[in-house]
């Protein structure tokens, strides 16, 4: 690996004169010699930037007495200083009494085991005993650059940097790199053999060139020992999952390289056999299911609630309370004939697509005497454990410690690591924290870890969950998360304060997107109430009560809420449109939020969800400023679109290519007014609403419904020939992308909630093509339009 970059953050300027400046010079230059490279500070401006940007810094010396620039804050900069959020006390570290005092701290807060030399000359005003004692812990020596030579000095340097530089690797990434270092002929599969076979083809030669050697060289096999094995749990692989079960807060970590969904389907493989009883968040994803299926469990649906923009909410704390649950088991017909009438296992969903996440100590203790294994589907949530915005807001957070007592549950949190980690596409992780109650046998797990799992893992793929998991680990994992966590807030404040700019300014219609979130705030600190576009970064990066539900909040119009049950993850941002809101209330004209998503991907902005008057967008650690003022600009520019009433051809040339005998002649003012007339018509968002709260009768246990769908036992029907008949696959409709029909459950009656619901998507797709729902189980007829649904086959009579 490269030797790395020493930061010089110093006074003197070593290209002047004078002995000191003489002294560094040649510092420098042994550095130089031992292969390192040099970036200079001249004040601690210029190096917290470098600390900012560059993260190949293998070791730093900074002068004690490091300049200002002038009229520089003293202060750390919000969300990352000592001080509100800091989980410890101070001890002096927010005086920041140097420039030299300010660079040391943002270092400790960046960089785990950064080795720093603390430099001290002739014009410091403080010899060691003077300075903070927070010092000694920061720095691992200290230099008066006339006291030593240069050779000894800058060996002292380059000796911690290159120590730094190996210690840094975690476990499964240093023993890999270590073999395709030593350059070994490959006896064993892959067959492109470190990629040569690739070399024999043209297109072969495209592949390796486009990819370059290393990624072939690593792509290895279980053949080699000295890695370790993934089923085995051993070697190097198995130390770095040891080292991920810490990071994560674990008691025992499975590293799986099919994605979360994999991950679901072990879990659920393991928790439950056939016939028991599963408690399922409804909000669940579709690999819930097929663990339902597999192990032959009979699922309990828990209904989660519901706001007007159409946005899934938490389970209430009434659905969760063991009456409620008991109830909800023997109102379900499926239970008749189960194993035990007790659940063996429950799923929630934690946070939600929408970034909705749950006290799960508060979870834990309410499902507790419903179910003796608790799993926490956080896909999208692996982040949580390094900021203390969510604080017990994470699956791993409850054990022992935190739940005393016999009751407690065991729980596993499965985490999609490279969603908004630092990880190869399809890279999780299992985490387990076991309780006597429900214990988990290493070995019986590990026959359910093999049943998903391969034999021919990616081991590129292992490093990179091992490398995700370095980053987080320390101070720099809280870093990380927080420099997203700070871009999203300045997201959300800029787009409140362009509404009130526009509404102050007069001069153009006084609309604009909202963000949904607070109006207001409350610092517990002063008890003041404050205004969310006003408030300080450094309140709403560090207090989680400022992102808490409040019970019958009107901005997140859902029911039902107690007091700290659910907080908002701020990085999951939902730009709110025009029409409705969260209270369900419909506004005489609207802007549909796909029409909005159409407009941004012509602009090479693609959003990660969108509903009906909403749109999610995510702030992963890759966000910068740049990015998100791009997507600014383009909802200005949606604005001046609308309020002109441009031709929609002009907006968006390719719809209106591909559709023009439906949207020729068409603008975007009217587009806007046709559709929002459409989705607010009565009969449409009252069947939305009946088909999410009122869940189909079940009938059958999915593994039924899949063992007719494999053995011919269904068939496809349109919705006017369904009424009646039970659902041989899952039915999940984008927006809002939650289950409204599972395998074995009946569709129902011709004017029920689920079929009218149906019906009226199937009405929007055909009045406006080009913007049809994604629905995951339906098969539209190319010629007609209509929906088809998978059903059982009606037994003859």
């Not at 001290?120 to 010092?135: F, G």
């Not at 799993?375 to 203390?388: L, S």
């Not at 410690?401 to 065991?410: H, K, L, V």
């Amino acid at each position: 690996m490269a030797n790395g970059t020493v930061l010089l953050a110093l006074r003197e300027d070593p290209l002047g004169g004078g002995v000191s400046a003489g002294q560094l010079r040649r510092i420098g230059k042994e550095l130089e010699n031992r292969g390192l490279e040099l970036a200079r500070a001249a004040d601690a401006r210029d190096a917290r930037a470098m600390l900012q940007t560059e993260a190949g810094i293998a070791a730093a010396v900074v002068a004690w007495d490091l300049p200002r620039p002038t009229g520089a804050a003293q202060s750390a900069p919000a969300g990352t200083g000592p001080g509100r959020g800091d989980g410890g006390g101070t001890d002096g570290r927010a005086e920041m009494p140097t420039g030299g005092a300010e660079v040391l701290d943002r270092i400790r807060r960046r960089f785990k085991d950064l080795p720093v030399f603390l430099l001290m000359t002739d014009s410091s005003d403080h010899d060691l005993e003077h300075l903070p004692l927070w010092v000694s812990e920061t720095v691992v020596g200290y230099i008066w650059p006339l006291e030593d030579t240069p050779a000894f000095i800058a060996g002292r340097v380059a000796a911690a940097a290159h120590t730094y530089m190996k210690e840094i690797l975690p476990p499964f990434f240093r023993a890999l790199r270590r073999f395709e270092d030593a350059h070994e002929y490959s006896w064993h599969t892959p067959a492109h053999s470190g990629g040569v076979a690739f070399l024999k083809s043209p297109a072969g030669r495209a592949f390796f060139d486009y990819y370059g050697e290393r990624l072939f060289r690593t792509d290895l096999s279980i053949s080699v020992g000295e890695l370790g094995s993934l089923y085995e749990h051993s070697g190097p692989i198995g130390e770095a999952e040891r080292n991920a079960a810490r990071v994560f807060g674990a008691d025992r970590t499975y590293f799986v390289l099919h994605g979360d969904s994999t991950c679901n389907r072990m879990v659920g493989h393991y928790s439950v056999t056939s016939d028991e009883i599963a408690l399922v968040d409804r909000n669940c994803h579709k690999s819930v299911l097929h663990g339902l299926v597999v192990s032959g469990a009979r699922p309990v649906y828990l209904v989660p609630t519901r706001n007007g923009y159409g946005l899934a909410g938490p389970l209430p704390p009434t659905a969760t309370a063991p009456a409620a649950v008991a109830a909800r088991i023997a109102a379900n017909p499926l239970t008749e004939g189960a194993v035990s009438p007790d659940a063996q296992y429950a799923v929630v969903t934690n946070s939600t697509y929408d970034g909705l996440c749950y006290d799960t100590l508060a979870t834990a203790r309410a499902l507790a005497p419903s179910t003796p294994r608790l799993h926490f589907d956080e896909a999208w949530f692996a982040y949580a454990r390094f900021h203390p915005l969510y604080r017990g807001r994470y699956g791993m957070a409850v054990g022992p410690d935190t739940f005393e007592g016999a009751a407690r549950p065991t729980v596993f949190a499965t985490h999609s690591t490279h969603k908004l980690l630092a990880a190869l596409s399809q890279c999780a992780m299992v985490h387990v924290r076991p309780a006597p109650r429900a214990p988990v046998d290493h070995d019986r797990f590990n026959e359910a870890f093999m049943m998903h799992g391969t034999t021919s893992a990616f081991y590129p793929g292992i490093a990179s969950l091992d490398v995700a998991t370095a980053m987080m680990d320390g101070p720099q994992g809280r870093w990380l998360i927080d420099e997203a966590v700070t871009e999203a807030i300045r997201f959300r404040q800029a787009v409140v304060r362009t509404g009130s700019r526009i509404a102050a300014a007069g001069d153009r219609p006084d609309w604009f997107f909202g963000v949904w979130q607070p109006e207001h705030v409350t610092d517990p600190a002063t008890g003041s109430r404050i205004a969310f576009a006003d408030a300080p970064t450094s309140l709403l990066a560090s207090e989680p009560a400022c992102w808490q539900l409040e019970p019958g909040a009107a901005w997140h119009g859902f029911p039902d809420l107690t007091e700290g049950y659910c907080l908002l993850d701020p990085v999951k941002v939902t730009l709110t449109c025009p029409g409705v809101t969260a209270t369900g209330d419909t506004q005489p004209w609207g802007i549909p939020a796909r029409i909005l998503t159409e407009y941004l991907a012509t602009r090479g902005i693609v959003v990660e969800k969108t509903d009906s008057y909403s749109t999610l967008i995510l702030f992963s650690m890759g966000i910068t400023k740049g990015k998100w003022g791009t997507l600014m600009d383009a909802l200005m520019d949606f604005k001046a679109l609308y309020d002109a009433d441009a031709p929609l051809d002009r907006v968006l040339p390719a719809l209106a290519e591909r559709h023009p005998s439906r949207y020729r002649g068409t603008t975007l003012r009217a587009l806007c007014a046709r559709m929002h007339e459409h989705l607010t018509r009565g009969a449409f968002v009252d069947a939305l609403d009946e088909a999410f709260r009122h869940l189909p009768e079940p009938v059958h246990p999915p593994r039924h419904c899949y063992q007719q769908l494999i053995r011919g036992g269904t068939e496809r029907l349109r919705l006017a020939d369904a009424p009646g008949r039970i659902a041989a696959a899952m039915v999940t409709v984008t927006p809002p992308g939650i289950p409204v029909l599972m395998p074995g459950e009946s569709l129902g009656t011709p004017d029920g909630p689920l079929l009218r619901y149906l019906g009226a998507l199937e009405a929007f797709d055909r009045a406006f093509p080009g913007f049809g729902s994604e629905a995951h189980g339906v098969t539209v007829d190319p010629e007609t339009g209509d929906y088809l649904i998978e059903c059982l086959r009606t037994p003859p009579q």
